[in-house]
């Protein structure tokens, strides 16, 4: 079936460092991603979207990159901060009239102070 | 301007007992969606809902699981007979009705539920 995954399960960086967090789909036809922040022990916070008919946007601090030539997504937080510290998921819509987000495993994100 | 609620936030039960967990949407979304969450794993789409309907619940297992959303009142998701595999995190989100096809969902705490 279709699914989304990440290519590191975990990533560390220094504080102040950009950090860059990758996602590879597989569902040539969705065409609405997004990217969730979950710190432990809470729920999944939305951080930034992206459409297939869109190749890059920007939000604070926070970019995410659409290549559909070789269906990768990512996600790049520029000087990243202690409070970026989480595991972050992409995900993409399912189709259908649904609109249910199948996510990847995740990676987790640890910033060294 | 509350967020998504749910309750339990823990919720401890033995094989073979029952387990309820709620959630109440944000004020004026009328699409609840459940996930559950397996550990160190990402979400899994269980069921779809709008008020009084069910409208996917193609991620729900066959047996022992049900949902309903019904006209006033919180969301359920009820899990029948409980096994050791059902102990994972379940994340309600919800959604308002857009038209034009916003696709953001906002999740809830999740309930974290352990079978003993």
């Known amino acids: 079936g279709e699914s989304v995954g990440l290519h590191l399960p975990t990533l560390s960086v220094q504080e102040g460092d950009n950090s860059i967090i990758n996602c590879a789909y597989s569902n040539s036809a969705s065409d609405y991603f997004i990217w969730y922040k979950q710190e432990s022990g809470k729920g999944p916070q939305f951080i930034i979207d992206i459409r297939s008919n869109m190749d890059k946007r920007q939000g604070q601090r926070v970019t995410v990159l659409l290549n559909k030539t070789v269906k990768h997504l990512s996600l790049q937080i520029a000087a990243t901060q202690p409070g970026d510290s989480a595991v972050y998921f992409c995900a993409e819509i399912g189709g259908g009239a649904t609109n249910k987000l199948i996510f990847g495993t995740g990676t987790l994100l640890a910033v060294q102070p | 301007n509350a967020g998504v609620m749910q309750n339990p936030r823990h919720l401890v039960r033995r094989r073979g007992q029952e387990a309820r967990l709620r959630c109440s949407p944000m004020k004026g979304h009328s699409h609840v969606y459940w996930y559950r969450q397996l550990p160190e794993e990402g979400l899994k789409f269980m069921v779809y809902?709008?008020?009084?309907?069910?409208?996917?619940e193609s991620g729900m297992p066959k047996e022992r699981f049900s949902a309903e959303f019904p006209k006033e009142g919180p969301s359920i998701l009820r899990i029948q007979q409980v096994v050791r595999g059902d102990s994972a995190a379940y994340f309600c989100?919800?959604?308002?009705?857009?038209?034009?096809?916003?696709?953001?969902?906002?999740f809830g705490p999740g309930t974290r539920l352990t079978v003993t």
């Open positions: 809902l709008q008020k009084e309907n069910i409208i996917d």
């Open positions: 989100a919800s959604s308002p009705f857009v038209p034009s096809g916003s696709y953001e969902q906002y």
